[in-house]
């Protein structure tokens, strides 16, 4: 099994910046990628950045491109999203996702609030 804890949420104005982390534990034998999912009050859960270990490449929501950056360590199984210049609608649940050993595991989430 795979868990997976995220932290560094918070409240924060807009313009301004939140590191969220995550790591992964357990018994992981086959490392795909890690990345950020997010879902906002009312809205359904959408893609933010991922991390791919076996290409060593990124992607990011268009939305995102220029303030985020998603980094990551995959010898410790963690990976952080830099947000700078925050706006109103980031606000949402983040969500860590890890693809490993041919599944897909979770962790709770972590609330980001941005005020206007």
């Known amino acids: 099994q795979v868990q997976v804890v995220e932290s560094g949420g918070g409240l924060v104005q807009a313009g301004g910046s939140l590191r969220l982390s995550c790591a992964a534990s357990?018994?992981?034998?086959?490392?795909?990628?890690m990345g950020w999912y997010r879902q906002g009050p009312g809205k359904e859960r959408e893609f933010v950045a991922r991390?791919?270990?076996?290409?060593?490449?990124?992607d990011y929501l268009d939305s995102v491109k220029g303030r985020f950056t998603i980094s990551g360590d995959n010898t410790k199984d963690t990976v952080y999203l830099q947000m700078n210049s925050l706006k109103p609608e980031d606000t949402a649940v983040y969500y860590c996702?890890?693809?490993?050993?041919?599944?897909?595991?979770w962790g709770q989430g972590t609330q980001v609030t941005v005020s206007s």
């Open positions: 996702h890890v693809r490993a050993n041919f599944h897909d595991y």
């Open positions: 991390l791919n270990w076996t290409i060593g490449s990124t």
């Open positions: 357990g018994s992981i034998f086959s490392r795909y990628g």
